[in-house]
């Protein structure tokens, strides 16, 4: 889930561990999204790496593919939003490329320790693959009610093409209305060579399910067209 809007959090992380939260409620879809801060509120990456250490907290994946021109994310990977890294895998595939930021901590408080904003994520590993790529999808995970999957980024194009691939196999997405557009230009999904990309904020649901074989096959099938017409037919 990306910060640059709104913060979506799990009900399992909130009030708890010992940690004072801060939530206000804000409308979505006529109900109510859960806002709350991280406890470290994480400028950039290097103030998280500061206080945490690689390969003990978190680890950091990435997976370079010269013949693509696009990148999937999960910034936000492993015990921080469950499950993102396994679709981000899903997504990629042995096509695509890929980079995984993954939360490792066995406490239980992942998301409170180790949420770096999408509009903060600069590590320097995914700001170097993402250079080489016209497209970036960033996987994110959000507990509240609502469709499957919510779609935000700058790319309005391949957006409305992954939302009608899904939903022809029966996954209801929201475009517009929902409070996660993934609007910011420095949103982790935007920062490829286009300066436009998506962001798929997935439900709890869908990510307990444990089936993603047809989400992951759909959208690779509208990144395997992506990557045949030039990146301006998107634009």
């Excluded at 939260?21 to 409308?27: H, I």
């Excluded at 879809?29 to 690689?54: H, M």
């Excluded at 919510?150 to 391949?158: D, P, Q």
Aim: charge should be negative.
């Amino acid at each position: 889930m990306s910060l640059d809007d709104f913060v979506d959090l799990n009900p399992r992380h909130g009030v708890g561990n010992g940690h004072l939260r801060s939530t206000t409620p804000c409308s979505f879809d006529g109900g109510a999204v859960t806002k709350q801060a991280s406890l470290n509120d994480f400028r950039c990456y290097d103030e998280l790496a500061q206080c945490y250490t690689e390969d003990v907290d978190y680890a950091v994946h990435v997976m370079p593919r010269a013949r693509s021109r696009v990148a999937v994310l999960a910034p936000h990977g492993g015990r921080i939003e469950g499950r993102t890294s396994e679709i981000a895998r899903l997504i990629a595939g042995d096509d695509h490329c890929l980079y995984l930021f993954e939360g490792l901590r066995t406490t239980g408080d992942n998301f409170e320790r180790l949420h770096l904003a999408s509009h903060r994520f600069d590590e320097p590993r995914a700001l170097d693959l993402i250079s080489g790529c016209d497209t970036v999808v960033a996987v994110h995970g959000y507990a509240a009610p609502g469709p499957d999957v919510l779609l935000g980024g700058l790319n309005a194009r391949l957006k409305e093409a992954v939302a009608q691939a899904l939903a022809k196999i029966g996954f209801s997405c929201l475009i517009d209305g929902h409070p996660f557009p993934g609007r910011h230009p420095r949103n982790i999904c935007n920062r490829g060579r286009s300066g436009e990309g998506v962001q798929l904020e997935l439900s709890e649901g869908l990510r307990k399910a444990g089936d993603w074989a047809g989400l992951a096959g759909a959208i690779r099938t509208v990144l395997e067209d992506l990557n045949r017409r030039s990146a301006g037919w998107y634009r």
